[in-house]
């Protein structure tokens, strides 16, 4: 046997073990794409199958982005399958469809599909597990994104090598080898695998990482950034265990006196912030809010509210769940009534500059302009969101930002006559819950704004023309 085929076969069966990835007796569905990193994972778990005690099957998820190509992709891997005595099953998803339906990326409707579909597998009991063919290539570019949209220490862990995404269990047995690697394996056996063209479309955000940013980084600030991108994703990782457990024994020290998952706040606020928000993540997650729910911004807005510690407050968080701060401890309860979700608010805008409304959680920065900004086609009510507002049309008013009224009205551009806020909101299917919270801009007591819609008719800014800009997020 070649040295590198042992060298790579070696590193995979470290993983493994190190991580304890899977047991003896384990049923593996293999995540097969048919690109050169999981036909190599498929061969190396192939060729440690005996020795781990394991068993696999194939798993193939046809998106139907690439026609004809993708078929063969199919057939491909069906025929490997079968050469390699393995169970092969197979589906086609919409990902095009699904990622208009859901307003998410191809990319993420593509991983959200084939999430589905393994776990479609295990759920049939053809498989306890998936194992996913990420490298460590993956993981540098992984660490890359998040730094660019903004993480913290458990972002910047990148992947880990096993986890759990909504009852699906993952494990990545190629996250310690290079895509290189992969390839040169592949090439001194003589090992077929099948090149996706899209993996060069650079509208794709990844292959704009892949393709240009780091090949930029590699000649213009560090050869070994690749390297370094995964080195510090193995410190974060660490580092980040250590919070988690730090965070959950601080925890059960800050019990409220109340039932269930109750904390007092005084007890928390006793902690630097860095521990607050990490120990308020691992309430939300211990206490069944849902992992897509929970993010930075909301685990600011839940310690924002902590610090308080004054009144009764109540912040949604979807899926029919409330934050409930009462004084001096914070619960997690079923949702209020719409009317109850949140408390009107009205106030005065800075003109130019910034308003904070600590109550709803919202940052309002205004400033005078000659552009006129247009947010791109968006749901009502989501945030941040911007518009620019006639300055003939302001004149000397004030303007106010408020929550909604019933029987508050708006003339849509555009349209004769007006509409209700109350329409416009089912009709945006708006949840009743977090209408209350949507702030609505008012001068001279019209709705000349509303977040994610069109400014009203009469406010328009003409070319050439003077333009406030206005723009509502939250803090």
Same mark, same amino acid.
């Given at each position: 046997?070649?040295?590198?085929?042992?060298?790579?076969?070696?590193?995979?069966?470290?993983?493994?073990?190190?991580?304890?990835?899977?047991?003896? #007796?384990?049923?593996?569905?293999?995540?097969?794409?048919?690109?050169?990193?999981?036909?190599?994972?498929?061969?190396?778990?192939?060729?440690?199958?005996?020795?781990?005690?394991?068993?696999?099957?194939? #798993?193939?998820?046809?998106?139907?982005?690439?026609?004809?190509?993708?078929?063969?992709?199919?057939?491909?891997?069906?025929?490997?399958?079968?050469?390699?005595?393995?169970?092969?099953?197979?589906?086609?998803?919409?990902?095009?469809?699904?990622?208009?339906?859901?307003?998410?990326?191809?990319?993420?409707?593509?991983?959200?599909?084939?999430?589905?579909?393994?776990?479609?597998?295990?759920?049939?009991?053809?498989?306890?597990?998936?194992?996913?063919?990420?490298?460590?290539?993956?993981?540098?570019?992984?660490?890359?994104?998040?730094?660019?949209?903004?993480?913290?220490?458990?972002?910047? #862990?990148?992947?880990?090598?096993?986890?759990?995404?909504?009852?699906?269990?993952?494990?990545?047995?190629?996250?310690?080898?290079?895509?290189?690697?992969?390839?040169?394996?592949?090439?001194?056996?003589?090992?077929?695998?099948?090149?996706?063209?899209?993996?060069?479309?650079?509208?794709?955000?990844?292959?704009?990482?892949?393709?240009?940013?780091?090949?930029?980084?590699?000649?213009?600030?560090?050869?070994?950034?690749?390297?370094?991108?995964?080195?510090?994703?193995?410190?974060?990782?660490?580092?980040?265990?250590?919070?988690?457990?730090?965070?959950?024994?601080?925890?059960?020290?800050?019990?409220?006196?109340?039932?269930?998952?109750?904390?007092?706040?005084?007890?928390?606020?006793?902690?630097?912030?860095?521990?607050?928000?990490?120990?308020?993540?691992?309430?939300?997650?211990?206490?069944?809010?849902?992992?897509?729910?929970?993010?930075?911004?909301?685990?600011?807005?839940?310690?924002?509210?902590?610090?308080?510690?004054?009144?009764?407050?109540?912040?949604?968080?979807?899926?029919?769940?409330?934050?409930?701060?009462?004084?001096?401890?914070?619960?997690?309860?079923?949702?209020?009534?719409?009317?109850?979700?949140?408390?009107?608010?009205?106030?005065?805008?800075?003109?130019?500059?910034?308003?904070?409304?600590?109550?709803?959680?919202?940052?309002?920065?205004?400033?005078?302009?000659?552009?006129?900004?247009?947010?791109?086609? #968006?749901?009502?009510?989501?945030?941040?969101?911007?518009?620019?507002?006639?300055?003939?049309?302001?004149?000397?008013?004030?303007?106010?930002?408020?929550?909604?009224?019933?029987?508050?009205?708006?003339?849509?551009?555009?349209?004769?006559?007006?509409?209700?806020?109350?329409?416009?909101?089912?009709?945006?299917?708006?949840?009743?819950?977090?209408?209350?919270?949507?702030?609505?801009?008012?001068?001279?007591?019209?709705?000349?704004?509303?977040?994610?819609?069109?400014?009203?008719?009469?406010?328009e800014v003409r070319k050439g023309e003077k333009a406030l800009h206005v723009q509502i997020e939250r803090c």
């Amino acid at each position: 046997m070649p040295a590198f085929h042992q060298i790579l076969l070696d590193k995979v069966q470290r993983v493994i073990s190190e991580h304890e990835l899977v047991a003896p #007796g384990s049923h593996i569905v293999v995540g097969v794409s048919g690109g050169a990193d999981s036909v190599t994972l498929l061969y190396a778990l192939h060729y440690l199958q005996k020795k781990l005690e394991i068993s696999l099957v194939v #798993g193939h998820v046809n998106h139907q982005l690439r026609g004809a190509a993708a078929e063969e992709d199919a057939r491909f891997i069906q025929q490997l399958s079968w050469r390699l005595g393995l169970p092969f099953f197979s589906t086609k998803a919409d990902a095009h469809g699904l990622a208009k339906e859901e307003g998410l990326s191809i990319e993420m409707a593509a991983r959200r599909a084939r999430h589905a579909f393994f776990r479609s597998l295990i759920i049939a009991g053809m498989a306890d597990h998936v194992a996913l063919a990420h490298t460590a290539d993956d993981q540098a570019e992984t660490v890359l994104l998040k730094l660019a949209r903004g993480t913290g220490i458990q972002g910047l #862990g990148g992947m880990p090598y096993d986890t759990e995404i909504d009852g699906l269990r993952i494990v990545r047995p190629l996250l310690d080898v290079t895509h290189e690697e992969a390839i040169s394996f592949l090439g001194i056996h003589h090992l077929k695998w099948r090149e996706d063209a899209s993996n060069r479309e650079l509208h794709f955000l990844r292959n704009r990482v892949r393709h240009e940013v780091i090949p930029l980084l590699e000649n213009r600030l560090n050869p070994q950034v690749r390297e370094a991108l995964i080195r510090m994703a193995e410190l974060m990782r660490a580092e980040n265990d250590w919070l988690n457990e730090h965070a959950v024994g601080l925890l059960s020290k800050c019990a409220g006196d109340g039932e269930g998952a109750v904390l007092n706040v005084q007890k928390l606020n006793r902690y630097p912030l860095a521990m607050r928000r990490r120990m308020l993540l691992n309430w939300l997650i211990a206490s069944g809010v849902a992992a897509n729910r929970i993010d930075f911004d909301l685990v600011r807005r839940v310690e924002l509210m902590a610090r308080s510690i004054q009144g009764t407050r109540r912040l949604s968080l979807g899926d029919d769940k409330d934050v409930l701060l009462r004084y001096e401890e914070l619960s997690i309860e079923p949702a209020a009534d719409a009317s109850q979700v949140a408390s009107p608010f009205r106030m005065a805008l800075g003109v130019p500059g910034e308003s904070i409304l600590l109550e709803p959680g919202l940052r309002i920065q205004t400033n005078w302009s000659y552009e006129i900004i247009k947010d791109k086609d #968006g749901r009502v009510g989501d945030l941040p969101a911007s518009a620019s507002l006639s300055r003939e049309a302001i004149g000397e008013s004030r303007l106010f930002v408020r929550s909604w009224r019933p029987g508050d009205r708006i003339k849509p551009l555009g349209m004769k006559g007006s509409k209700k806020i109350q329409d416009l909101l089912v009709d945006e299917k708006v949840p009743r819950d977090r209408r209350g919270s949507i702030p609505l801009v008012e001068c001279r007591r019209e709705i000349v704004w509303v977040p994610g819609y069109q400014v009203a008719s009469g406010w328009e800014v003409r070319k050439g023309e003077k333009a406030l800009h206005v723009q509502i997020e939250r803090c």
